[in-house]
């Protein structure tokens, strides 16, 4: 059984540029979240997605977009990168239903100068 | 409003010894509550997940508690050792709420010094 595997490890981008990160879900889960946790602080919900549709989102600007595709996988889309948008992007996988099952990706860290 | 809100914020303490930290949160009713590990630049890691109706959980050196009625969850560990040196985060999930309405704590730093 693998986990949840995401890519890259790191990243930096300029500000105004865009930039995708990679989540490769845990086998068995069919629903995916991301997550964004600045330094120091508790990660923040940005979205999920189930069935390839987002289902549900945070308090994040439509800037931040996302796909599910039918493997499961998903990656998450960032334009126009704003100096905040640094941060350690996690994500989640879990099987809709199964309420023990959350594990979480190592993060993707993205650096925007 | 569901907060969860965790202390100390950071915490340092010799190799070898206990330490116990706290949650508090406002969530009600919630389905369960879980600790987890995260160590610098990497995910978290689950420690323990409870359900309401529960009011211990181990894995190991860890033992987490749960008082409902307080509305209050600790962490203890025991013997620490430098591995344990981590952020530990705790998370409630609202009753019904679904994965897309965790509520995260700020998280405990913990330093274990030798």
């Known amino acids: 059984e693998t986990g949840v595997t995401q890519s890259p490890t790191h990243l930096i981008k300029t500000r105004g540029q865009q930039v995708t990160l990679r989540c490769s879900s845990q086998s068995g889960h069919n629903t995916v979240s991301w997550y964004q946790q600045a330094l120091g602080q508790g990660p923040q919900f940005i979205f999920q997605?189930?069935?390839?549709?987002?289902?549900g989102r945070g308090n994040f600007p439509p800037r931040f977009s996302g796909l599910q595709f039918p493997n499961y996988s998903s990656e998450l889309n960032v334009n126009a990168l704003e100096l905040d948008d640094s941060a350690l992007y996690l994500c989640a996988s879990s099987l809709t239903g199964n309420n023990y099952g959350y594990t979480f990706g190592s993060g993707t860290r993205l650096t925007v100068v | 409003k569901n907060q969860v809100e965790q202390s100390p914020q950071s915490l340092i303490i010799l190799e070898g010894k206990n330490c116990t930290l706290q949650?508090?949160?406002?969530?009600?009713?919630?389905?369960?509550l879980r600790w987890y590990k995260q160590d610098t630049g990497r995910g978290p890691v689950s420690l323990t997940i409870?359900?309401?109706?529960?009011n211990t959980k181990s894995n190991g050196r860890y033992t987490a508690t749960l008082d409902a009625d307080t509305k209050q969850s600790s962490l203890h560990i025991t013997a620490s050792q430098l591995s344990d040196s981590a952020s530990y985060i705790c998370v409630v999930i609202p009753f019904g709420g679904g994965y897309n309405k965790l509520i995260f704590g700020a998280g405990t730093r913990l330093a274990v010094h030798p």
């Open positions: 997605y189930y069935r390839e549709e987002e289902n």
């Open positions: 949650c508090n949160y406002t969530v009600s009713p919630f389905s369960n």
């Open positions: 409870m359900t309401f109706s529960e």
